[in-house]
């Protein structure tokens, strides 16, 4: 299976935005729904906002309002925009795919493939 690959962390002071994208060729809409998840230092890695093979998205209540997941399935890229970062945000960012989907943001075990990670850092 081709990997998944991110790219577009980096640091940021809060208040400010980054896109996170993630490319993902061999995983085609038909078969595959896809997330983001973050794992902080000392912590469980936990999902951010997913993408339905329909288009429908869900978001972690922490991101809400401030993340935005998308997905160009022509160039078979995974995005995640964030806006509004905080401190609590820092952490690294893994993009992942699953194929068995639906009911709201899935966690790490329902996923079939992994990213190998970038990392995001959120200054006060």
């Known amino acids: 299976q081709v990997p998944l690959v991110e790219s577009g962390g980096g640091s940021v002071q809060a208040g400010g935005s980054l896109r996170l994208s993630c490319a993902a060729s061999g995983y085609s809409r038909s078969r595959y729904c896809m997330g983001w998840f973050r794992q902080a230092p000392g912590k469980e890695r936990e999902g951010v906002a997913d993408?339905?093979?329909?288009?429908?998205?869900s978001y972690a209540d922490s991101v809400k309002g401030r993340f935005t997941i998308s997905k160009d399935n022509a160039k078979n890229t995974l995005y995640l925009q964030m806006n509004s970062l905080k401190p609590e945000d820092t952490a690294m960012y893994f993009c992942a795919a699953a194929t068995l989907c639906g009911g709201g943001v899935p966690s790490p075990a329902e996923m079939v493939a992994w990213g190998q990670g970038t990392q995001v850092t959120v200054s006060s």
């Open positions: 993408i339905d093979r329909d288009g429908t998205t």
